[in-house]
């Protein structure tokens, strides 16, 4: 029985993955480079990729794109995927916990 709550404490404490800990913000990225309706598409798509990514909205009017990140997210990773699919800039403007 022992045995056995040690190994389920070992399984929650290194095992599972960082992300049930992780907290989310609200991400707000300047887009510059987007010229028609397929682009936010694609940048959506790329974004949506990401582990720990959600609620992607790019907005070609706007030239910005929203999302939830956890926080174990980089501004590299959300950078480079932006560049994935065509000749995309992107900047960090807003980063903040959300709720």
Same mark, same amino acid.
């Given at each position: 029985?022992?045995?056995?709550?040690?190994?389920?404490?070992?399984?929650?404490?290194?095992?599972?993955? $960082?992300?049930?800990? =992780?907290?989310v913000e609200q991400v707000v990225i300047d887009i510059q480079g987007m010229t028609?309706? /397929?682009c936010p598409i694609a940048i959506e798509k790329s974004l949506a990729e990401i582990?720990?990514?959600?609620?992607?909205?790019? $907005?070609?009017?706007? =030239?910005?794109?929203?999302?939830?990140?956890?926080?174990?997210?980089?501004?590299?990773?959300? /950078?480079?995927?932006?560049?994935?699919?065509?000749?995309?800039?992107?900047?960090?403007?807003?980063?903040?916990?959300?709720?």
């Open positions: 029985m022992k045995s056995r709550l040690i190994y389920l404490l070992i399984l929650f404490m290194f095992i599972m993955p $960082s992300t049930i800990l =992780a907290a028609c309706k /397929l582990e720990g990514v959600s609620d992607v909205k790019i $907005s070609l009017k706007e =030239a910005q794109g929203y999302l939830m990140a956890e926080d174990t997210v980089t501004d590299e990773q959300l /950078l480079k995927a932006i560049t994935k699919f065509g000749s995309f800039e992107g900047e960090i403007v807003e980063r903040k916990p959300s709720g």
